[in-house]
């Protein structure tokens, strides 16, 4: 099995050919989003962070902006800085330099005089760049190539019963042909820890498992909250769920059966392929962000009430098998499960389908999120603490 | 005439089924076990989306779905009666020794 790809500079392979306009801080997110408005190709995302940060937040907003710069999917980035913030384009080039060696121009607001000459400057830069990357060929390439994010929002009975098990197959069949899958959400394998963590490939992965819980559960203590208590909620007993066990069960099915080969912090590219866990909160648009900074090159999001957001570097496949929902929310949804609930086709032979559209979309094939052009706004990085 | 499935079995080794109709007393559960159609009598009413047993379960015993464990009986469960927080525990918190 191949699917459709960009060879970039780096090795890796990309599914998509964008030109990304980074902000470096907030003060510059809106001049980015007026060039990547003026240049079809370009993209641009908003970035709360770059300035009043501490130390920890910096460094976790450095780890997404830098990833997302290395994402396959980019052809090459421009940074556009605002000059007096923490986050100096000068730091950001470094740091996104030791990741890769794909094209990388920067613009300093303040140097350049005003948004009027860094807006023009960057426009020439950028439409080098789209022609640049226009000029790039897909070509065929192996599964072993393909990094696939799977996430879970606004979740219904069906997702842990049908939605989650059919991408447990797909993550299955995409590891035995050699590729890599991750999944994350720390809050949601609370309960199911000590399952997941026997699935670990060495005691390290085992262990660090269930740390990465048990700093979770430390750091909602400090803020007097838990995520045991209460749990499974009143609406999940209703909805049919017993045990805390069984509901995270059901979120991390999506991970399939395989083992754990490594735990990869927030927005960190894994060093093994095979099936990766990342340390991230439930937040959707926190753990996609993540895991396109990590390098996935693709998301499918499973939802049983719906849900509408995308990336925008990063085509995100939104799959349910509540019938009702695919057809009220059809513009939000790319795929239809229920022939699964209905006993008119296997896990397995969904999981198949789904393999082949996730190929389709790697050809070309546009996710509705793409179609809408989603994700600007919808790229949230993590946070130890308030601002400074 | 192909009859429809009216329940789902998430792994070939779950003591419990999930319903994906209402289900009632003297209704006949329908899940596919390895592509195999497996019937089960039902025994009492069974909301949409919930569980029942596919084999007679003894108090103790761990009950399974999704292949792993989740939780454990706290009574004898018979097959094709309703499972959920009467007869089932969380293996953690739940009102075994532990």
Redesign the interface.
Known sequence: MNFYGYRRPDGLIGIRNHVLILPTVGCANETCRIIAGLVNGAVSFVNQGGCGEVEGNKKLTQDVLAGLAANPNVYGTILVGLGCEPNCVGDMAEIIRAKTNKPLQSLVIQDEGGTVNTISKALKLAQEMVVAASACRQEKFPMTELMLGIECGGSDATSGLIANPVMGCVSDRLVDLGGTTMFSETPEIIGAEHILARRGATPEVQQKILDICVKLEEDLRKVNQSVRSGQPSPGNKAGGITTLEEKSLGCIHKGGTKPVMEVVECAHRPSKKGLIYMDTPGYDMLSVTAKVAAGCQLIVFTTGRGNPIGNPIVPVLKVTANHDLFRKMNDNMDMDFSAVLEGDKTMAEMGEQVLQEIVNITGGKKTKTEVFGFGYSETVVRRMCDYI | MEE??NA?L?SAADDVA?S?VELNKGDIGKY?KN?EKVRVDITEAI?????FAVRDIAKNEYVH???????VATQDICKGSY???HN??????GTLEN
């Open positions: 429809k499935i789902i998430i999930t994906i596919l592509d909301p949409k989306f919930h569980k779905k999704y292949g792993e464990v989740i939780g499972v959920h927080e089932i525990a969380s293996p953690i918190s």
